[in-house]
């Protein structure tokens, strides 16, 4: 977490993404360095089935505080002169929506979690605190089973976790068994 708030207070930190499509309603508030924590379980009645996944989105209260910063900081933008001939326009939630505590309540109705890079499930630690993976990435209690993607990262980079899973893959391929 000391890392994390580090990061945070130094101006050259990605904060959040801003993907834009042209169409209406496509801005999308992607908080990359969200604090909750969800969980990844393999579904006991059924261990073959997809795995139990609870996203536990803005379980964090200060993920809703941070993302309806973001909310207000993306009204700013789009109202700087610069956007001027593109003529935005908010159509949801509406710039009537403006207290901490409606636009919590709009972006939890209308957040897709899986949409943010979800990362940080299967912990790198000893397995006595809680660990699920060892510095080579082997599951405790399960041999010939590395997890190999953003679960292993302790908190999201600052941006898209496609490269970054493809670096440790690239390590792991090294580290033989």
Known sequence: MLAMATSLRENKTAFFNMPLSGRPTTTLIANLHALSRGTVNIDPRNPTAEPL?????????????????????????????????????????????????????????TMRPSGHHPAGTCAMMPKALGGVVDERLRVYGVKR?????????????????????????????????
């Open 53 to 109: 996944v609870d996203y536990r989105a803005l379980s964090n209260p200060l993920d809703g505080v941070i993302s309806a910063d973001i909310l207000r900081y993306l009204r700013k933008y789009f109202q700087n002169a610069a956007n001027a001939p593109y003529q935005p326009v908010e159509v949801t939630p509406g710039v009537n929506v403006t207290s901490d505590a409606e636009l919590v309540a709009y972006i939890q109705q």
């Open 145 to 177: 089973l590395r997890v190999v993607d953003a679960s292993v990262m302790p908190m999201v980079v600052g941006g898209n976790t496609c490269l970054p899973v493809y670096a440790i893959a690239e390590k792991v391929c090294h580290l033989g068994a």
